[in-house]
């Protein structure tokens, strides 16, 4: 590929739309442009590296015994209205008539239709198991797309949905596809990690989540350093409290505290830390006001504390919800005297003679202890975890990290084959519905992700495997014959061998080559320039260590194909 005949428009500037580092530098490098808000045009070496990802994912795929098809991106709406998914999947789901008034939508995901092929298609079992993937655009109507391919509305996506006879059959199929998963990250040369992730409102404890491992990214990730355990912060559990030494209790006392309604203004009143105060929070969870207890300092997981009510929906209540469902206002509510339904974080009850509010404007208690003032009937872990937690498995201090979320594993159950009645005759002739699970890998998100990895002040540094070639050699003496014709030489010659080059062969000053060559983050960069003429070397830079070599032009083939192929 030659840089002069290659649509590679590369900026100086950082444009100021983009707020993360892979939106920036993909900008800059001119792997991708904005077309609409969330929606991207893939240029020439955007391109390249999104097949590269693709290739692998599906070479793993296959290995694994999927089948690939491609399925339609416009779905009928009736399909979603069957699996009861058309209203609760919101306006992230475009809608739109055709021109005959039918209803339709722009595929988010493909769980309705593939489960419509399946159940058209598949009747017995000794069809199974079934594995179908596809890699496909995809289009959710994000509310606030950002972070350019990160969270963006239209991405690129493999999905891939399986369907088993029995339980044991549907575990060996997601074992298969946590290995797949493995394989794929690992050769695309990043570092990540599979954590333990919530399966919400579908339960069961089959779901991970991959995460590539960036400073930058948007989720915590809760890793022991001792014990296999890792998990996402909605999922993230602890040791329970230790059962400490039980103290004396001292007598519960009202005391005025006039203003103080914040967990800090309070504790500073009191002269007390925020661990010896419980804070009372009151949530709406699907409309319903729930009072939840907690230690001063901590704060409620609301992933945890919607699974643990059985609730589609909480949120925090407001000022005015609250006063209306306690009659006391926020800031001065305490378990004394409650009205509402209560639950307390766990760690609560490992407390004594602790701060409270005491219902009551203005007024606090303290010297407050369970079982003696008042009673908690539901306790459970509903909280964030935090830095001085342990790890529930082996009681090591855990450890918490940034990453970015680029794949999901996820076993359904029978909710979709149930829903669209997708059901098959087993070996004594029963009818049974699919036990399906399902995969998916965000394509656009892992290129993103891997830049959000991999990159320094000067531009991307890519691993060599999902590069978007692995050499780029400079020609820093287009006017200069004995210059041209080595680097033009060495670009055909490998080009015929079948490696991918990227040649620049642009007349600009070799210092704008050079700080293309870095933003572009092409691993290995060879450069023909005076050293050639004059000794009759040339350059060979590693982009990730910076470290380069002369050598002699005549032995850089073999160097090159031992760097590119190890
Ligand atoms: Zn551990």
Redesign the pocket.
């Known amino acids: 590929m030659r840089f002069s005949q290659t649509l590679i428009p590369t900026l100086r500037e950082n444009p100021s739309e983009a707020e993360v580092v892979s939106h920036k530098l993909m900008l800059r490098a001119g792997f991708i442009r904005k077309l609409s808000s969330g929606v991207y045009s893939y240029l020439p070496l955007g391109l390249m590296t999104l097949r590269h990802i693709e290739k692998i994912v599906r070479e793993e795929m296959n290995a694994a015994g999927a089948q690939e098809v491609l399925l339609p991106m416009v779905q009928p709406a009736d399909l979603w209205r069957e699996s009861g998914r058309l209203q609760k999947y919101g306006p992230e789901l475009l809608r739109f008539r055709d021109r005959h008034e039918r209803e339709s939508c722009l595929g988010p995901t493909h769980e309705e239709v593939i489960t419509d092929l399946v159940r058209n298609n598949v009747h017995s079992y000794r069809a199974l198991p079934l594995n179908l993937y596809q890699i496909q655009t995809k289009f959710r109507d994000e509310i606030r797309p950002r972070f350019g391919l990160m969270r963006g509305r239209e991405f690129i996506m493999k999905d891939a949905y399986s369907f088993d006879d029995t339980d044991e059959a549907a575990q060996l199929t997601y074992e298969k596809m946590r290995y797949a998963y493995h394989r794929i990250f690992t050769r695309c040369g990043l570092a990540f990690r599979a954590v333990e992730a919530d399966t919400g409102t579908i339960g069961g404890s089959f779901s991970h989540e991959f995460m590539v491992l960036a400073d930058t990214g948007e989720d915590t990730l809760v890793i ?6 890792a998990a996402n912060m909605e999922k993230a559990a602890c040791m329970p409290p230790p059962t400490g030494e039980k103290v004396a209790e001292k007598p519960l006392a009202k005391v005025e505290t006039p203003g103080k309604r914040k967990v800090g203004a309070v504790t500073e009143f009191l002269r007390i830390s925020a661990k010896e105060l419980v804070k009372t929070m009151i949530f709406m969870a699907d409309g319903k006001p729930v009072a939840v207890l907690l230690r001063g300092d901590h704060e409620v997981q609301p992933v945890k504390l919607q699974n643990f009510l059985g609730a589609v929906e909480v949120e925090l209540a407001t000022d005015q919800e609250c006063f209306t469902a306690t009659g006391v206002p926020s800031g001065y509510l305490g378990p004394i005297g409650m009205k509402i339904p209560m639950v307390a974080d766990r760690e609560v009850l490992a407390m004594q003679n602790f701060a409270i509010g005491a219902g009551e404007k203005n007024y606090h208690f303290i010297n407050a202890n369970v079982g003696r003032d008042f009673q908690v009937e539901r306790t459970a872990d509903l909280r964030l975890i935090t830095e001085d937690d ?7 201090g ?1 450890n918490l990290t940034r990453g970015i979320e680029v794949g999901h594993i996820f076993k359904l159950g029978t909710n979709y084959s149930e829903a669209l009645h997708a059901v098959f005759l087993d070996s004594n002739g029963q009818e049974k519905p699919f036990i399906m699970g399902c995969y998916g890998i965000g394509v656009s998100r892992v290129a993103a992700a891997a830049i959000e990895q991999n990159h320094d002040k000067d531009g991307m540094i890519w691993p060599l495997p999902i590069a978007p070639l692995p050499l780029i050699i400079l020609n820093l003496g287009v006017n200069d014959e004995k210059i041209t014709t080595a680097a033009e030489s060495l670009y055909s010659e490998l080009e015929e061998q079948g490696m991918d080059v990227l040649l620049d062969d642009r007349d600009e000053r070799p210092g704008s080559k050079f700080k293309d060559a870095d933003l572009l983050g092409i691993p290995y960069r060879l450069t023909v320039g005076k050293k050639f003429a004059k000794e009759g070397l040339v350059e060979l830079r590693t982009r990730k260590t910076g470290e380069s070599v002369d050598i002699p032009f005549a032995e850089v083939r073999d160097k090159i194909y031992q760097m590119i192929n190890p």
């Not at 022991?224 to 355990?229: A, G, L, T, V």
């Not at 342990?390 to 090591?396: D, N, V």
């Open positions: 022991c350093p001792k014990c296999s355990y342990r790890c529930p498995l082996c009681g090591a855990l």
